[in-house]
């Protein structure tokens, strides 16, 4: 069975940082691409960034140059690294295996002062 | 960008009916559309992948439909269980974008 599990996630100070990570196992983690979605509270899905093989990354436009997707294969962890938080990444962030049939159950991240 | 407008935005259907949702993209996707089922405080559940493939597990009620740009989920006869919120996803080309979501009450 695969299972992704989130952590990382907290409150922060508008203009902070934090890392979040993926745990995966049950599966050749260096085998799919991955990504990273988010949901704020009330809204709707919104994907945030994907690693394409080993190295290619792609990222929405509201996050460009905030945030850095990487991964660690010999640990089968994902990362997100996220600078320059703002009130509106404030969000539940999933990760999620690019079947699109796995899904951790996400990490709330709060931006606020 | 992809965007993908869906609709209604939400609509309001006893046990028994069936329940058409509609996912329009701003430009061409093939077939590489994806419908989520989400029940509140869960995880998106892939219900549709490639416009028209049931996931596995997925049961018969829930088809999709549609390539281009026109996209249809069709749940043909609701069960009390599938009042949740509807999402497709393009994975056609970067980035990756959801539609806005139809809620579907039972």
């Known amino acids: 069975e695969v299972q992704l599990l989130e952590s990382g996630g907290g409150l922060v100070q508008p203009g902070g940082s934090l890392r979040l990570s993926c745990v995966a196992s049950?599966?050749?983690?260096?085998?799919?691409?991955m990504s990273w979605v988010r949901q704020a509270p009330g809204k709707g899905l919104e994907w945030v960034s994907a690693?394409?093989?080993?190295?290619?990354?792609y990222y929405a436009d509201s996050v460009r140059g905030r945030f850095t997707i990487s991964r660690v294969n010999s640990k089968n962890t994902l990362f997100l690294q996220m600078n320059s938080l703002r009130a509106e990444d404030t969000a539940i962030y999933y990760c999620?295996?690019?079947?699109?049939?796995?899904w951790g159950q996400g990490t709330r991240v709060t931006v606020s002062s | 960008e992809i965007v993908l407008t869906q609709s209604p935005a939400s609509l309001s259907l006893s046990p028994g009916e069936r329940a058409t949702l509609s996912c329009r993209a701003s430009?061409?996707?093939?077939?590489?559309l994806l419908w989520y089922q989400q029940r509140p405080g869960q995880a998106p559940r892939l219900l549709v992948d490639?416009?028209?493939n049931r996931a596995t597990g997925i049961p018969a009620r829930f088809s999709g439909s549609g390539s281009g740009t026109d996209f249809t989920l069709t749940i043909s006869s609701l069960e009390p269980e599938d009042s949740a919120v509807y999402y497709c996803?393009?994975?056609?080309?970067?980035?990756?974008?959801f539609g806005g979501g139809t809620k579907v009450e039972i």
């Open positions: 049950g599966l050749s983690f260096s085998d799919y691409d």
């Open positions: 999620a295996k690019h079947n699109w049939v796995d």
């Open positions: 430009q061409s996707l093939n077939t590489f």
């Open positions: 996803q393009q994975r056609s080309r970067w980035p990756l974008t």
């Open positions: 490639d416009a028209c």
């Open positions: 690693i394409h093989g080993e190295s290619a990354t």
